[in-house]
T-cell receptor, first 112, second 115 residues
Framework: DQQVKQNSPSLSVQEGRISILNCDYT??????FLWYKKYPAEGPTFLIS?????DKNEDGRFTVFLNKSAKHLSLHIVPSQPGDSAVYFC???????????FGSGTKLNVKP | GAGVSQSPSNKVTEKGKDVELRCDPI?????LYWYRQRLGQGLEFLIY????????KSGLPSDRFSAERTGESVSTLTIQRTQQEDSAVYLC?????????????FGPGTRLTVT
């Protein structure tokens, strides 16, 4: 039961350009969405989140957009840097529930 | 400022043996999660602990899997009679659970290989 999907397993972007990572979900009851970044041999680290009552949240070079009608969210990284090369996971959760649903991840490669 | 730690970092075991994985959460974090990540897949929820409440075990894949946590401290995930399909990275995460705050802090994981 894949309630959160990341359909692009990989993405390659030139340094300085925009990286757009996409995530789709099926459960309209999700209240909160998060993006995590994962380097090899390390655990995921929290990057940015958005509540379902918002459609945009920005933190420095990272912006998350939420389109509830389409059940779609995206992470924009501008400008992309080689250090951004990692696997990015999106996750979703219902408020007051314990179970987080993660996508399968998108491996981002930012070329110098 | 220690983060979440897990041990061992790698474990190779023979099929049929039991294994025990350990997680030390961040001090003061009331919530603790275990996830499994198979090769090329996303994180799969296994179990959730919150304070002294009954754990949410809904993600455990079979009765060979169990986990314990004493209070708000260390947790152990035990897999009995391991099978090859149990091979995965097992990740632990902790958080300070409060309304509207869902950020989890992950450990580096334990890579389990069942031969």
């Amino acid at each position: 039961d894949q309630q959160v999907k990341q359909n692009s397993p990989s993405l390659s972007v030139q340094e300085g350009r925009i990286s757009i990572l996409n995530c789709d979900y099926t459960n309209s009851m999700f209240d909160y969405f998060l993006w995590y970044k994962k380097y090899p041999a390390e655990g995921p680290t929290f990057l940015i989140s958005i509540s379902s009552i918002k459609d945009k949240n920005e933190d420095g070079r990272f912006t998350v957009f939420l389109n509830k009608s389409a059940k779609h969210l995206s992470l924009h990284i501008v400008p992309s840097q080689p250090g951004d090369s990692a696997v990015y996971f999106c996750a979703a959760v219902r408020d007051n529930f314990n179970k987080f649903y993660f996508g399968s991840g998108t491996k981002l490669n930012v070329k110098p | 400022g220690a983060g979440v730690s897990q041990s061992p970092s790698n474990k190779v075991t023979e099929k049929g043996k039991d294994v025990e994985l350990r997680c030390d959460p961040i001090s003061g974090h009331t919530a603790l999660y275990w996830y499994r990540q198979r090769l090329g897949q996303g994180l799969e929820f296994l179990i959730y602990f919150q304070g002294n409440s009954a754990p949410d075990k809904s993600g455990l894949p079979s009765d060979r899997f169990s986990a314990e946590r004493t209070g708000e401290s260390v947790s152990t995930l035990t897999i009995q009679r391991t099978q090859q399909e149990d091979s995965a990275v097992y990740l632990c995460a902790s958080s300070f659970q409060s309304t509207g705050t869902y950020e989890q802090y992950f450990g580096p994981g334990t890579r389990l290989t069942v031969t």
